[in-house]
């Protein structure tokens, strides 16, 4: 039923799309990408084994509208359950663009789908906000965000809603829930630098910056403290491959604060290939 409502959703804003775009195009992005780890707020979700992100994103004609679809898979057995697809409708927008503090905003719902769990009990759904300030900082290219997120079970008798902590094999009962808020702080920087090939003159470097606090959420029903959980520092670029083809490698480090989420510190590589269209 719920895939149903999800499908009918999605066919809305598509229609929607349709109406205000009129003679705009589709446009998206096809994305496939290798993770050394799987880190996802903090939480080592796949035990430092490797994953691969295969996902699909769609601009519904240059409304603001968008739907996206992710896709999370270890690239080891005995994580069958912790596999997950992420679809996701977004609206993205700006206001006072001639202000120094013009803001940048994207609102989402998220439905965290868990396949290899024929009961839905480890099914999540998420309500977000973006925020971004392009202009507020005096350096040009230092943009700070804010995201606040809303998570909670998909289904109110879910073993996650019930403090049933699914990250442990096997499962066992805990005192935490899914339930919660979560508030992340961002500081991008986009470093331009001389190409490293003869075809490309400039090459942007992405540094990354974001800090996390849990308001107690455990995903998997996990006991989660209400505290700062980790920070985490990252660099990436991407080179352009012609035919609407990007190569984008990312090196990463989780600084992590809060044992109840992560009691070890994490570094990863990814390793993305997209297409545009």
């Excluded at 996902?55 to 997950?84: C, K, P, Q, W, Y």
């Excluded at 700070?144 to 499962?171: E, F, H, Q």
């Excluded at 339930?179 to 992340?184: E, K």
Aim: net charge negative; glycine share 10%; with cysteine.
């Amino acid at each position: 039923m719920k895939k149903v409502v999800l499908l009918t959703a999605v066919l809305l804003l598509t229609a929607t799309g349709l109406a205000q775009g009129q003679e705009r195009e589709l446009h998206g992005t096809v994305d496939l990408t290798y993770l050394s780890k799987y880190i996802w707020r903090g939480f080592d979700v796949y035990g430092d084994k490797s994953a691969i992100q295969p996902s699909v994103n769609l601009d519904l004609f240059g409304t603001g509208l968008g739907f996206s679809i992710m896709g999370h898979r270890a690239n080891s057995s005995g994580f069958e359950n912790s596999e997950r697809w992420d679809w996701t409708l977004y609206y993205r927008n700006s206001l006072l663009d001639d202000k120094s503090y013009a803001t940048q905003y994207m609102i989402g719902w998220v439905y965290y789908n868990y396949p290899d769990s024929s009961t839905k009990v480890a099914d999540l759904q998420e309500i977000h906000t973006v925020l971004s300030w392009p202009k507020l900082l005096p350096v040009e290219g230092l943009v700070p965000t804010y995201c606040i997120v809303k998570l909670w079970p998909s289904n109110s008798g879910s073993l996650v809603a019930g403090r049933l902590d699914l990250s442990k094999t096997p499962p066992r009962l805990s005192t935490g829930t899914a339930s919660g808020w979560a508030h992340i702080f961002m500081l991008d920087y986009g470093l331009t630098v001389p190409g490293f090939v003869p075809e490309t003159p400039e090459q942007v470097i992405n540094l990354h910056t974001e800090v996390v606090y849990n308001d107690g959420v455990g995903p998997a029903g996990q006991m989660v403290d209400h505290d700062w959980s980790n920070a985490v520092f990252g660099i990436s670029t991407s080179f352009d491959l012609g035919n609407n083809l990007s190569f984008t490698p990312g090196l990463y480090y989780q600084s992590s604060w809060d044992d109840s989420v992560n009691d070890e510190d994490e570094f990863w590589v990814s390793l993305g290939m997209a297409y545009k269209f």
